[in-house]
């Protein structure tokens, strides 16, 4: 009887062949490496993450550079000012985990934009590709939005601090992989 944790050191393929177990060893590698998503590409320090949030949030703006934008820092500068309130276009799933502070949902929004008449509208999404698209179009309605520069992403790596029904919380959806750049002190949700 085999022990069945131990990998043989070769397997029989179709048509009798065997595979070595140096070939075993690489392909359980790969696999490993792929379920944990590591292709190498994600940066490694909170300063290259912080970086690629600004480049990916750059190429993003192509699709809407009529979108007027805020950074971070200046949005929470405004809030010691002016009223303010944030406008989050995630879908639900990704709202319950964390949303910044002074946040409505884009849905809440739209019901009634007229009732924020007085505050500046910051809309906002996990990198402020969404959301740059509905301050074009509420922009197009003649209903002023600016766009969050590098969303929730640009937010939390800048020092500002997120929510969820509990109060302050280390968690952040960035809805995927490809967006996986939350700094080290945050715990990624997709």
């Known amino acids: 009887m085999t022990n ?18 140096a070939m075993w060893v690489g392909a359980i590698c790969c696999l490993i490496l792929a379920a944990c998503g590591s292709s190498g590409a994600q940066p490694e320090s909170d300063r ?14 192509k699709s809407f550079p009529d979108v007027a934008d805020i950074s971070p820092r200046e949005a929470r500068d405004l ?15 990704e709202q319950a985990v964390s949303m910044l502070p002074n946040s409505i949902t884009s849905e ?18 996990t990198i402020s ?3 740059g698209k509905l301050a074009r179009e509420m922009n197009d309605r003649d209903i002023h939005l600016v766009n969050l520069r590098g969303g929730i992403l640009a937010w939390v790596h800048d020092g500002g601090s997120v929510y969820n029904e ?19 002190a945050y715990k990624a949700v997709w």
């Open 4 to 21: 069945p944790t131990r990998i043989p050191p070769e397997a029989r393929l179709a048509g009798g062949h065997r595979l070595p177990l």
């Open 48 to 61: 290259q993450r912080r970086q690629q949030v600004e480049t990916m949030y750059e190429d993003y703006r």
């Open 79 to 93: 809030m010691q000012t002016e009223k303010v309130v944030f406008i989050d276009e995630r879908r639900p799933e």
């Open 108 to 125: 809440e929004f739209l019901r009634d934009p007229s009732k924020y008449d007085g505050y500046t509208k910051i809309a906002y999404c």
């Open 129 to 131: 590709y969404r959301s």
């Open 166 to 184: 509990n109060g302050p919380t280390d968690r952040i959806h960035v809805y995927g992989p490809k967006w996986n750049l939350a700094p080290g």
